[in-house]
């Protein structure tokens, strides 16, 4: 069972690791896939510039960072980190959750501390510590928005991330929403967070399906895709795509009330910067930093989206 904390609210463990305080220099290690896709690249920025700036704040720590493009390599890091580095703690994102659960938990047996980042391992109980977006409530308010925007019914297709527990938490969550609201899901594939998969597997869609009311794309690069394959087939009958995760330029198109893009949902790459710098807290002092960490998901309309665009943002 997830605890959901916030803020300081995460002092709800019992005590900090035991390492904390013997005045060593520790290391800790940082694994993510590479910038793959918009929310990725974002996710990498935040990374290195946390690690910068704590690099500076805490001399007694070292980072290692690491970017994979592909499960194998990201296993391959991690044992490197542990090997070369004698890794005090791990932060990692996975590529993918399966490939990557035995690996960490050897981390673990190692004596290492665990953070998990987004998407969660296929068996729990190895991290200390969780961060990730509300992933469940991610599917749920997509879902809540798809049936009300849909008061009628409707066919729709859906984009499906990478394999991975959150993706599967999306689905059950959206799922769940539009259970009795008589809207039709004609088919279901993953395009792994890419804008080329998602091209491609909307164009399946496209020619399979004469009528499609709308779209859940569950990410904004998969929206980016999706739109492209539509737009190439000149077809009108779709009403709308949802995506998600807040990309600052599909925010705007909500802001300015494109009819095509009439919401999104939050779910920001910064989650890593928590990840990083709430276990760096808990190497250099006696904070309690053992949970999860869940940052809850927004919908974002053309009434709320000021509030959330920065156009500054590398996402």
């Known amino acids: 069972m997830k605890h959901f904390v916030s803020g300081l609210a995460l002092a709800a463990a019992l005590a900090a690791p035991a390492w904390a305080q013997d005045g060593e220099t520790k290391v800790i290690g940082v694994s993510i896939p590479a910038a793959t896709h918009g929310w990725a690249g974002g996710m990498n920025y935040f990374a290195q510039a946390t690690v910068d700036r704590l690099e500076e704040t805490y001399p007694q720590l070292d980072f290692v960072l690491a970017t994979a493009s592909d499960p194998a390599k990201q296993v391959n890091d991690i044992e490197d980190m542990v090997a070369t580095r004698n890794i005090d703690a791990l932060v990692v994102l996975p590529f993918e959750s399966e490939p990557l659960t035995g690996p960490v938990q050897n981390v673990k047996a190692s004596g290492a501390w665990i953070t998990v980042v987004d998407r ?158 709430i276990t760096a807290v808990g190497l250099v002092s006696q904070a309690p930093v053992s949970g999860d960490f869940i940052i809850g998901s927004v919908l974002v309309t053309p009434e709320n989206a000021e509030t959330y665009y920065y156009p500054d943002s590398p996402f």
């Open 120 to 277: 969660g391992l296929s068996q729990e109980g190895i991290e200390d510590l969780y961060v990730a977006g509300d992933n469940p409530g991610f599917g749920r308010v997509s879902g809540e928005f798809m049936a009300s925007a849909l008061p009628e019914g409707g066919k729709i297709v859906v984009l499906r991330g990478i394999p991975t527990t959150i993706d599967n938490e999306r689905v059950e969550g959206f799922q769940a929403a539009i259970e009795g609201k008589n809207i039709e899901v004609l088919g279901m594939e993953h395009g792994d967070w890419n804008r080329d998969k998602s091209f491609t597997v909307m164009q399946d869609f496209l020619s399979k399906h004469p009528q499609i009311d709308a779209v859940w794309a569950s990410d904004d690069d998969m929206a980016v895709g999706a739109l492209g394959a539509i737009e190439a087939a000149g077809r009108d009958d779709i009403k709308f795509v949802l995506g998600g995760a807040g990309m600052k330029e599909m925010i705007k198109r909500t802001m300015d009330g494109d009819a095509m893009i009439p919401a999104n949902v939050t779910y920001p790459p910064s989650m890593i910067a928590t990840a990083i710098e």
